[in-house]
């Protein structure tokens, strides 16, 4: 997602520049954009996640005209649940989560139990819900960049693996498995391999881990309609699970560091993650349908990276969304492509309170030297 949606920013930022959109796979979304929970969750992760998503919001709400023929997001709504023994954790969330388009409402087990009636009752003693957590169409989403992109005169092509990445006379030279390209700039959001285009390209990598996540798919309990069950998630993040296509997904909520690869699940976080559900519901799982695996890359701050590099300012990173890559992706896209093209932070992004010293990736080369 990260690519088509500063792909698309940049020919929007620069309309007399070329823009060639280089994708590894054979189509665009293989690895953490199709593998995702879809879910547009405002209250999630810290506060500069938090920041770019509600400056996000108002494009998935009201996307431009053409952009996609359905809404992008639909009702869902969300659930953090806690037991008896987590109140303080449900406080600090609660807290945390003030400033958001609309902050959670703190219930009862009761409550909670109405929403979702599957969930035990000694673990959920209170919750927070937010009710305008919504479902996202992310193919919609991750289409409606690709098809904006190209008919404003962008290029995409795939199965154009990377192989060799040089500055020679103020140009880069990209040789990749489909041809050779040269550019005066060239933005890095490659998720789990940024790291090694930084490094295929004489710049210093900057720390960043991707840890695989993983996902099963079961059916949910015939006696019960759990089609508006609200996205339920424990309050320490050790597992979430909502309806999705006819059925009931769920993750352990799993952060395994990985290289960069074809992320596949490994079967003892499928156990957890079915053993998680059944602890925490009256769930009985009789069979996993489907079970993957996808990568989330982190900067070591949980801060996404974007912007010119210190060392090679024709070199823009645009990486380490950390799982929060959709629900950024239509105010992360335009800063970058801001920063990339030497204009300012769009004022709605910097009304946010986030500046470009806050994702520049020379933050993290500081904190490196100090460590």
């Known amino acids: 997602m990260g690519g088509a949606s500063v792909a698309d920013a940049l020919v929007a930022a620069a309309p007399r520049a070329r823009v060639v959109l280089l994708e590894r796979e054979a189509a665009a979304g293989y690895h953490a954009t199709g593998r995702s929970a879809a879910l547009f969750l405002e209250g999630y992760k810290g506060p500069v996640i938090r920041a770019l998503a509600r400056a996000s919001r108002r494009f998935f709400e009201a996307p431009p005209t053409g952009f996609c023929a359905n809404p992008l997001l639909t009702p869902r709504?969300?659930?953090?649940?806690?037991?008896?023994?987590?109140?303080?954790?449900?406080?600090?969330?609660?807290?945390?989560?003030?400033?958001?388009?609309?902050?959670?409402?703190l219930i009862d087990g009761a409550t909670a139990r109405a929403l979702v009636p599957v969930l035990r009752p000694e673990a959920v003693a209170c919750a927070l819900y937010e009710p305008d957590a919504t479902d996202v169409d992310v193919d919609a989403l991750l289409q409606g960049f690709l098809r904006r992109f190209r008919g404003l005169g962008g290029l995409m092509v795939t199965g154009a693996t990377v192989r060799r990445l040089e500055r020679r006379r103020g140009r880069w030279r990209v040789d990749t498995t489909a041809e050779r390209y040269t550019a005066t700039t060239v933005v890095n959001a490659a998720g789990a391999w940024a790291d090694d285009v930084a490094t295929m390209a004489g710049v210093a990598a900057i720390g960043l881990v991707p840890k695989r996540r993983t996902i099963i798919s079961f059916d949910g309990p015939s006696e019960i309609d759990s089609r508006r069950w609200p996205f339920t998630i424990g309050v320490d993040e050790d597992l979430y699970f909502k309806p999705d296509a006819g059925r009931i997904i769920a993750s352990p909520c799993d952060e395994t560091p990985s290289p960069a690869?074809?992320?596949?699940?490994?079967?003892?976080?499928?156990?957890?993650?079915?053993?998680?559900?059944?602890?925490?519901?009256?769930?009985?799982?009789?069979?996993?349908?489907?079970?993957?695996?996808?990568?989330?890359?982190?900067?070591?701050?949980?801060?996404?990276?974007?912007?010119?590099?210190?060392?090679?300012?024709?070199?823009?990173?645009?990486?380490?969304?950390?799982?929060?890559?959709?629900?950024?992706?239509?105010?992360?896209?335009?800063?970058?492509?801001?920063?990339?093209?030497?204009?300012?932070?769009?004022?709605?992004?910097?009304?946010?309170?986030?500046?470009?010293?806050?994702?520049?990736?020379?933050?993290?080369?500081?904190?490196?030297?100090?460590?």
Do not use: K
Not at 92 to 101: C, D, K, L, Q
């Open 261 to 371: 690869c074809d992320a596949q699940p490994d079967e003892w976080d499928v156990a957890v993650a079915a053993d998680r559900v059944q602890t925490i519901t009256t769930m009985h799982i009789q069979r996993i349908h489907h079970r993957w695996a996808g990568l989330r890359t982190f900067a070591r701050d949980g801060v996404p990276v974007a912007g010119p590099d210190p060392d090679e300012p024709n070199f823009v990173w645009y990486a380490g969304q950390g799982g929060a890559g959709i629900i950024t992706s239509a105010a992360l896209g335009r800063m970058t492509a801001a920063l990339a093209t030497g204009a300012a932070v769009p004022a709605d992004i910097a009304a946010q309170g986030v500046t470009a010293a806050t994702l520049a990736p020379d933050r993290l080369r500081t904190s490196a030297e100090a460590n």
């Open 77 to 105: 709504g969300a659930l953090y649940i806690a037991r008896e023994d987590q109140r303080t954790e449900i406080e600090r969330r609660r807290a945390a989560a003030g400033g958001e388009t609309q902050a959670p409402t």
